[in-house]
Each structure stands twice: as C-alpha cells, then as structure tokens.
C-alpha cells in the first residue's frame, strides 16, 4: 500500500505533500499528517484528521509533521494516536523516515497543474502568526533547483505551474547576488516556452519587484491573477500587525496593474476583529474590498496564538470578531458574485479539471462541457453563473 498523505492548510503544504508521497513511495503502513497551525482553528481541524485517520488504520503507523508539530509539538505528541512526530523543516529529509537518499522526491503523478515550491520560511514578525516558529527563516531553492521540479511538472503534462512558497516574494534574497522574484518567473517563461500558464500564489505586495510587475502587467503567459497577503485595510491596524505596507501601498499596486491589465482579478487574505480593531477600522476593512475590487477573498476571524505578541493586545470581543467575519464574506460575497456576471459572453481559456469543472486564467471557476478532458485547455463562452459558477 502506498503512503497515505492528508495535508492540511496552505498550497505549501499540499506540494509537500506530493513530495512525501514520491519520497516514500510504497511504504509499508504508514500514515502521515502533514499539519497546520496558522489559526486555533487550524490546530483543532489537525487533531480531529489524526482522530480519523487513526479510526480508518487503527493497525498503521501514524506520524505527524507540518506546522502544527513544532508549535504544538507537546499537545500533539500528547495523543494517544499519535505514534510520532517529524520536524517541519526536516520532513522531505530521507533519513526522517529511513529511506535511501536516492528516494528523493523527483517522479510526480500527473495533475492538472503543477505546484513548484521556491521558497520556505519567513523572516518577518507580523505580531499575529505563528508560521516563522514552524517553518523558520526564509530559505530560497536555488533556480536550477526549481527549473528541474518545474521540468519534472511538465513532463506529466501539466498546462499550468503555480509557484508557492511561505513568503513567495522574498525568494532570492539569501541567494547569491539577491535575485528577486520576478527574475525567476522571467527564467521559467525563457526556459519553458511552451509552458501556457504560469501563475503565483499568495504574494506580499511590498515586496513586488519592478520586473514581477511588469511580468504581471503584460505577459499574456503570466495569469491575470494576483492574490494579496493584504490582511487588512486600516493604517493603524497594518501597523499594530507589523505589516510593511500602508492601505495607500496597496491601492497603488493594484491600480497600478490594472491600468495595464483592465481584466486582473484581485485576491487577499483579510483578518476580521484584529486586537483594538475599533467599528471605524472595521469599517475601513470592509471598504478596502470594494475598493481594490477583491474577488478571491479569504478572510480569518482574528484567532490569538499563544506567544505571539498580539496574543497580549487588548483582545476584540469574540461576538463583534464573529459578526464582523460575517460581515467581511457578505461584502466579499457581493463583489465576487457581480464580477462573476460581468464574465458572461466574454470567450475565455479554462483548465479543465476533474469533476467538469475548471478555472479560466483570473481563476473564475467554469462548469465545462461534458466529457471534457481534465487537464486540458479549452476555449468557451460562459452564458450564465449558477450557484456561483460561470456554466460554458
């Protein structure tokens, strides 16, 4: 029986993931968690997989790894479930599970896009996140490194590469010479001519380089596609949070790209109930969706981790962080659903995906014909959205 892998939270993890399964291959009755702690939510969604899959392989070796297991290391090893743990940055290590190192991960199945990992870590101390504890400082693959996992992506077929990573745009910055990101997009693009879509996960808009923006702005093989770690939309919030750019920042960043690419389409994280966070900053969280036009929105009601210095901020009231989450998907819900109409009648390219659906180049979801091959790339012309999808 091959390795079973369940992956928890960002698409980080997910390509890890893959990593392991190629990295194990046929291992004998083990069971791996790879986890997340971003929120108390996140943690609680962990143990509760562990739970399950413990009850569905009672006879298995279960371990787990991921975020969650360095920052709740002691909770997690605490349960009678768990059989052990491997640290976050060593768990694509072959000696973590006894395996030759010529196991290394390099053959992948064949998905309908390829999601390439360039980066891990942070260096940055938002007053908020957990994540630098369990990932550690920023650490950049090397790009013969990604060119050859982007090269292996390709070879199953895939149409579109997703390049991932903890702080996606301070890739380059431990590398010799600084490269910055936008330089390795420009090589993926040179080196792979016939790769259709290249497309980036979540970024951090102050760290957008010149050449990225003009990539973004202008190269048609680049996805209109541009999702904001952007957290919230008050300067004063911004600045308790430790975050390095202003409401103005990111204002002008997306004004700037649409100017030149009219049909982008924005996404970003948002916190609800922040600590301090007063009606007049929630009302400037609310605006800031309409005004960048968000239309992939996630959005996280504000939970406190343990030794995080916001833990020890004067906490929002858990009811008004509730009713102002609501708030934010209602706001979100409302821009996305109008933004979804205006694409009726337009002619659009959609990776086709299992299930009959897929998603065109702004990542707007599209029920396809059916039949459709998954992994394909198809040209239709949605004529209506039903239960908010765009149907071809």
């Given at each position: ?9 960002c698409?980080?993890n ?20 790879n ?5 108390s ?23 787990v ?9 002691a ?20 000696r973590?599970?006894?395996?030759p ?5 390099r ?5 309908t ?5 360039v980066?891990?870590?942070c260096?940055?101390?938002?007053t908020?996140?957990v ?26 077929g ?11 745009t301070?890739?380059g ?8 990101l936008?330089?390795l ?14 497309r ?7 760290e ?51 100017a030149?690419?009219p049909?982008?389409a924005?996404?970003a ?23 960048l ?30 009713a ?20 009726r ?18 990542f707007?979801?599209?029920r396809?014909?059916?039949?459709t091959?998954?992994?394909a790339?198809?040209?239709v012309?949605?004529?209506?959205v ?7």
């Amino acid at each position: 029986m091959t390795v079973e892998v369940h992956s928890l939270g960002c698409r980080l993890n997910l390509s890890e993931s893959e990593d392991l399964r190629a990295l194990l291959g046929e291992a004998d009755d083990l069971v791996i968690v790879n986890s997340c702690a971003v929120t108390s939510e996140a943690v609680r969604q962990t143990r509760q997989t562990i739970r399950r899959a413990r009850k569905a392989r009672p006879e298995a070796r279960l371990i787990v790894t991921g975020c969650a297991a360095e920052v709740e290391r002691a909770m997690l090893g605490a349960m009678p479930e768990v059989d052990g743990l491997v640290p976050n940055t060593a768990k694509l290590d072959p000696r973590s599970w006894n395996v030759p190192a010529v196991r290394a991960p390099r053959e992948r199945r064949a998905y309908t896009r390829g999601f390439v990992q360039v980066q891990n870590g942070c260096d940055h101390a938002c007053t908020f996140c957990v994540i630098p504890q369990g990932r550690g400082p920023s650490r950049s693959r090397s790009l013969p490194d990604v060119l050859q996992d982007a090269a292996v992506h390709l070879d199953t077929g895939v149409n579109e590469i997703v390049l991932t990573g903890v702080d996606l745009t301070s890739w380059g910055a431990d590398l010799p010479g600084g490269p910055r990101l936008g330089s390795l997009c420009e090589a993926i693009l040179a080196r792979f001519p016939a790769l259709p879509r290249l497309r980036l996960s979540s970024i951090d808009g102050a760290e957008v380089d010149e050449t990225l923006f003009e990539l973004l702005a202008g190269e048609a093989r680049m996805m209109p596609h541009v999702h904001l770690s952007l957290q919230h939309g008050h300067d004063l919030i911004l600045k308790r949070m430790k975050r390095r750019h202003s409401r103005a920042d990111a204002v002008s960043l997306v004004e700037g790209l649409r100017a030149r690419r009219p049909d982008v389409a924005i996404g970003a994280d948002l916190i609800a109930g922040f600590p301090t966070e007063d009606e007049a900053a929630h009302a400037a969280n609310l605006s800031i969706i309409g005004e960048l036009q968000i239309v992939h929105g996630h959005v996280f009601p504000f939970s406190a981790r343990p030794g995080t210095p916001a833990a020890r901020m004067p906490q929002t009231d858990p009811a008004a962080v509730k009713a102002r989450a609501a708030q934010l998907r209602e706001k979100l819900a409302s821009v996305r659903e109008r933004w979804l109409a205006a694409q009726r009648n337009k002619p659009l390219w959609v990776l086709a995906e299992k299930g009959g659906t897929g998603h065109a180049e702004t990542f707007a979801p599209v029920r396809l014909p059916e039949g459709t091959r998954p992994g394909a790339l198809i040209r239709v012309t949605p004529a209506r959205v039903v239960e908010g999808i765009l149907e071809a």
